[in-house]
């Protein structure tokens, strides 16, 4: 889903500012996550951060061996009862 469709739904339910409204949720989400390295939306499922160590990697291209630097990422597990849902 886009933010163009979240905020025509949030404007159907006569959401005066949809567009703000969007705006500061994902803002707050963002902010949270960053704080707290976690963020869980209930029925929906829960957003953390991971720490990716550093690691040897292979250019598929030459063969060549190659270091690939630590990272952080974002993953996204789903909730149990969106599982069942989608079932």
Do not use: C, Q
């Not at 969007?22 to 939306?41: F, P, Q, R, T």
């Not at 292979?58 to 969106?82: C, E």
């Amino acid at each position: 889903m886009t933010k163009k469709r979240i905020v025509e739904e949030l404007k159907n339910e006569n959401v005066a500012n949809a567009d703000a409204v969007y705006d500061a949720v994902m803002e707050s989400i963002k902010n949270v996550l960053m704080a707290d390295g976690e963020v869980s939306l209930n029925g929906i499922g829960k957003l953390k951060i991971k720490d990716k160590p550093a690691r040897k990697g292979r250019n598929p291209k030459t063969g060549a061996t190659i270091d690939i630097s630590a990272t952080r990422v974002v993953k996204f597990g789903v909730a149990k009862a969106l599982k069942e849902a989608v079932k």
